[in-house]
């Protein structure tokens, strides 16, 4: 991945792909001192764009750290980058971690650095094969009591346990892995949030201790434009046999239905189906969808 042609943004400049390197000795890669986005490009435009780096921003500040660009100066580069990349539709990713000055846990003076990549990454699957499902592991690890870590911020260190979980169920051939919280409630998948359909109603975690996502706010509120009642609340793992849909959102899953976690089946329906299709017409640009 480290070799594609085109241009990274790092620190306030385009570099070649090839040439936007770190030192071995970053702290961001011994210790965690490092957070990221993920955005889509949907016919050239940045979906929620301001709202993906605000929570940049804000992840930073919960790790202890500033960001030295501005939101304003990082929503231009992230344009700017995605027309220099020649792209419309396309994945946006930015990070940011402490730097290479010091080695230690404490590292206060360390330069703080911030990137910006843009890479090519469909939606795999046409809407006929999403609305099939994909098939969940339960998870071993179990996400954090935010006593235990930070749970809001998007940080790198929060994802040792969802790729641990996310190769465990791949390992026995499933898609992804719904994790419970340290409660033993249902919480959310390795890199997206979950939500259940019973008796035309949704049902979603309270995202106490996991991010609330932008695509799940995204889909509340569709949800709710729909008329649909929304239930934010904790969901023990024992009612999972009461639901009649489930479906995972998330800035790269989007909105993927879900057939199978576990013991457990769904059949992906009408409500999910309503919701994949609201999706897409909310992340289309305006002026593309009246062509
Ligand atoms: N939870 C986790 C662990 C994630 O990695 C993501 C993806 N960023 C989400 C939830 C969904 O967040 P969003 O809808 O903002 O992409």
């Keep these: ?13 385009f570099v070649k792909w090839a040439d936007a390197k770190v030192h071995v000795l970053t702290h961001g890669l011994h210790y965690a001192s490092s957070v990221f986005e993920g955005e889509r490009a949907y016919g050239g435009e940045i979906f929620k764009l301001e709202e993906h780096t605000k929570r940049l921003h804000d992840s930073a500040e919960i790790l202890g750290f500033t ?12 344009r700017e980058l995605l027309r220099k990349q020649g792209f419309s539709d396309a994945y946006v990713r930015p990070v940011a971690w402490r730097g290479s000055e010091m080695m230690g846990v404490s590292a206060q003076k360390n330069r703080i650095n911030c990137a910006i ?13 999403k609305l099939k499902g994909i098939r969940l592991d339960m998870a071993e690890y179990r996400r954090p009591d935010p006593r ?24 026995k051939g499933y898609a992804d892995a719904l994790m419970l919280d340290w409660r033993g409630q249902v919480a ?3 890199g997206a949030n979950v ?17 609330n996502g932008i695509t799940r706010q995204t889909v509340i509120e569709l949800a709710k434009r729909r008329g649909l009642t929304v239930n934010e609340r904790a969901i023990q793992p024992e009612e999972l046999s009461t639901f009649s849909e489930c479906f995972l959102t998330g800035t790269a899953a989007e909105v993927t239905p879900v057939s199978e976690i576990g013991e457990f089946r769904f059949t992906p329906g009408e409500i999910s ?14 002026q593309i969808a009246a062509e």
């Design 148 to 171: 235990t870590a930070p749970s809001r911020a998007k940080a790198a260190g929060l994802y040792m346990i969802c790729t641990l979980s996310k190769h465990a169920a791949e390992a």
């Design 117 to 129: 990549a843009i890479w090519q990454w469909p939606s795999y699957f046409d809407p006929e094969q």
């Design 67 to 78: 960001i030295p660009y501005s939101e304003q100066v990082i929503n231009e580069a992230c």
């Design 1 to 13: 991945f480290d070799q594609l042609d085109g241009f990274i943004w790092m620190n306030g400049e």
């Design 195 to 211: 939500f259940f359909v019973k008796d035309g109603q949704l049902h979603t975690p309270l995202a106490d201790c996991f991010l």
């Design 273 to 286: 189906k309503q919701l994949m299709n609201d999706y897409t017409a909310e992340v289309t640009p305006k």
């Design 188 to 190: 959310e998948a390795t």
